[in-house]
């Protein structure tokens, strides 16, 4: 069993003995929402994709250097404590509470991943705004996240699935752009 509080982050290598890493962080996200970082020699951008949706926060290949991986460790960790703690955020039916990482949709609770709560809280900052897609990450303080653009739109499809929006009424695509959160009320909410 793994703990259910958040004691640290976790580094995580997917290549692992008897089981691999991707199995564990399975087991991991399904107790905890504890900050990990994916460790592995496979660069495929399908792999970081794998990774990212299984729910890892971030992803970084062998080679690394020890400096990078110390400053990826750092922006979880910072993303982990968000200086506007206590700030919540309200847009198409949706709060999102930045101290506790909670997150509501017609006042029922939702889980989201790490990556996906902070792509979150950047569309209910900027609600009624587009943000281009190849801007989003950064918007979301996840600039250090190095993934192609379909990563954006896979992470975005389930934030949809996730909080009833499959109909698109309150993350819409702007074709060509990027997305934008609703800003009022969404209909018959």
Not at 28 to 56: F, H, K, N, Q
Not at 95 to 104: H, I, K, L, M, S
Not at 142 to 155: K, N, Y
């Amino acid at each position: 069993s793994f703990p259910t509080r958040r004691s640290s982050d976790l580094v995580l290598d997917v290549m692992m003995p008897q089981l691999d890493g991707l199995e564990v962080l399975r087991r991991i996200r399904a107790t905890s929402r504890v900050p990990v970082l994916m460790l592995t020699a496979r660069g495929d951008e399908t792999d970081r994709v794998v990774g990212l949706e299984l729910g890892g926060d971030d992803y970084v290949t062998k080679p690394f250097s020890p400096t990078e991986l110390l400053a990826r460790l750092k922006a979880l960790v910072r993303r982990a404590t968000p200086d506007a703690a206590g700030e919540h955020l309200a847009a198409a039916g949706i709060t999102a509470d930045v101290g506790t990482r909670e997150v509501t949709v017609e006042g029922k609770a939702v889980e989201l991943t790490g990556l996906e709560f902070d792509i979150l809280v950047a569309l209910l900052r900027r609600a009624g705004r587009v943000i281009p897609r190849n801007a989003l990450l950064a918007e979301a303080g996840r600039d250090d996240v190095v993934v192609g653009e379909r990563t954006v739109d896979v992470h975005i499809s389930r934030l949809r699935k996730k909080i009833g929006d499959e109909g698109q009424e309150r993350i819409k695509t702007v074709r060509g752009v990027g997305y934008v959160l609703s800003k009022d009320p969404v209909p018959g909410t």
